[in-house]
């Protein structure tokens, strides 16, 4: 029997189908983006070779993100580098801090709300739906959607960046405390209006069932593993985590059930990054370059990813 890590490997390696744009983006937002946001295409290439990524999906999926404006080219000599582009960078940044928290959001006990104050079309109506979805919205059916934390300007520019200007004028962005009246529907039977969380949770326990048995492998420290396998683990790993973030709508933990999966999901790739993260990164000092044949440094917030903050750090 393969062990649980070189298991979770193969898995990837024998599906049928691969969404290679995806897997790149999470290449770039958790490897790329700490060593300065570029990388030769050979480079990249040959870093997810391993996977049985073949060099023409990579470089037809890296065109197509640079056609999205999430990357761009530079040319270095004979060679190309590939760079986020400034909107890039942002989406990443945005993200990394969803990503790598170490703790759920806290809650100020307000609700973000945008309904439509104006006629939409259907067409205008679905993609609305979708775009607040990605980010995390609840439906509360008809033309209201609601989150707990949200930040309402950002949301506003995600749907410019989505193609929805001509809908702005139609939304109304509130920010809604609990009246707190007798009889009134609660906080947690809106949470259950607004979404599905019991999908949500079937999904959170499937990657705690994928991903333990490695952190397990890892505690036991019996197998040798080289540095390329803890590389191409924890870019799954992100991968991973990261698709099922984009389905989270991020309740604070007073919203959830006590033995809320999400919950056990981050503490499970908390530590499992942790400790891939140094032979990982030794495996990238190696084959990571540049178009120019160098091999850029991280940078030192890539050691604060997952890291609690310091009750103290404020009163020193």
């Not at 499970?268 to 540049?290: G, N």
Request: one cysteine or more; aromatic letters at 8%.
């Amino acid at each position: 029997m393969l062990p649980p890590l070189q298991k979770r490997l193969d898995e990837f390696r024998q599906q049928g189908r691969v969404q290679a744009g995806s897997l790149i983006i999470s290449v770039f937002g958790d490897a790329i983006m700490p060593r300065g946001s570029r990388i030769w295409l050979g480079s990249l290439i040959r870093l997810l070779e391993p996977l049985e990524l073949n060099e023409r999906l990579i470089r037809t999926s890296v065109f197509r993100l640079a056609k999205e404006e999430w990357l761009r080219s530079e040319p270095s000599g004979r060679r190309t580098d590939y760079l986020l582009t400034p909107a890039g960078q942002r989406r990443f940044e945005e993200a990394s801090r969803h990503i790598y928290a170490s703790t759920a959001p806290q809650w100020d006990r307000r609700w973000r709300l945008i309904i439509a104050a104006g006629e939409l079309t259907a067409k205008q109506r679905d993609a609305l739906r979708r775009a607040l979805f990605w980010q995390g919205f609840g439906s509360l059916g008809g033309d209201c959607f609601v989150h707990p934390s949200a930040d309402l300007r950002a949301a506003f520019d995600a749907l410019i960046a989505e193609g929805l200007a001509e809908v702005l004028g139609k939304l109304k962005p509130l920010m809604a405390a609990d009246a707190q009246l007798g009889g009134a529907a609660s906080d947690i039977e809106m949470v259950h209006g607004a979404w599905n969380l019991e999908r949500l949770a079937g999904v959170y326990s499937e990657f705690v069932d994928r991903y333990q048995p490695v952190l397990d492998q890892l505690r036991d420290g019996q197998d040798q593993i080289d540095d390329e396998s803890t590389f191409l683990l924890r870019i799954l790993l992100i991968h991973d985590y990261r698709r099922l973030l984009l389905r989270d709508p991020e309740l604070p933990d007073v919203l959830l059930s006590a033995d809320w999966p999400g919950q056990q999901a981050r503490v499970l790739c908390k530590e499992l990054y942790r400790r891939l993260l140094a032979p990982s990164e030794r495996h990238l000092d190696s084959h990571l370059q540049l178009a120019s044949g160098q091999t850029p440094e991280a940078a030192p917030f890539l050691l604060e990813r997952f890291r609690e903050a310091d009750p103290l750090a404020q009163v020193a």
